[in-house]
């Protein structure tokens, strides 16, 4: 009986190793992020936001910049601004899209990685002024885990002009 059971536990392990490896990464990467937002420097991050982000998602975060206007950009881009939605997700998943931009997320492949541009402190600071851009303002307790609704009204269809 004990034998049977290793051997259903190996055979788990083997068939799920990448699940549970990938959920030990994002717990160790989550971590790291708790600890990392502290130091984060949101003076920084909007100085970095200005030079990559605010063509495409405005200076307010309001999704509204140059490109997204003159490249009539669908979906438009995410909503900073919008603390009831912002205020729910993970840094983690603001991380990882910011780095492995949104066609690796399975969002929008308009969004660009910044991986190869942007160092993993740099990332983190850019969080932190988008934290700061939400209205409500940030709340961490209002963080959720992944089943987030999202908002698709706001980005229904390109920027009207």
Not at 122 to 144: E, F, G, T
Request: hydrophobic share 40%; charged share 25%.
């Amino acid at each position: 009986m004990f034998a049977g059971n290793l051997l259903k536990i190996a055979f788990l392990r083997g068939k799920h190793m990448k699940k549970i490896l990938l959920v030990l990464t994002c717990i160790a990467l989550q971590a790291v992020l708790v600890s990392q937002a502290d130091a984060a420097d949101p003076k920084k991050g909007r100085r970095i936001y200005n030079q990559y982000c605010i063509s495409c998602h405005g200076s307010e975060g309001q999704g509204d910049g140059d490109r997204a206007k003159n490249e009539q950009l669908d979906p438009r881009p995410r909503v900073h601004a919008n603390g009831d939605y912002m205020n729910m997700i993970p840094s983690m998943r603001f991380f990882r899209v910011i780095k492995f931009g949104g066609k690796a997320m399975n969002f929008s492949h308009i969004m660009p990685q910044w991986q190869h541009i942007l160092s993993d402190e740099q990332i983190i600071d850019v969080i932190a002024h988008i934290r700061s851009l939400a209205i409500p303002a940030y709340d961490p307790k209002l963080v959720r885990g992944c089943m987030i609704p999202v908002p698709e009204s706001e980005r229904q269809g390109p920027i009207k002009r």
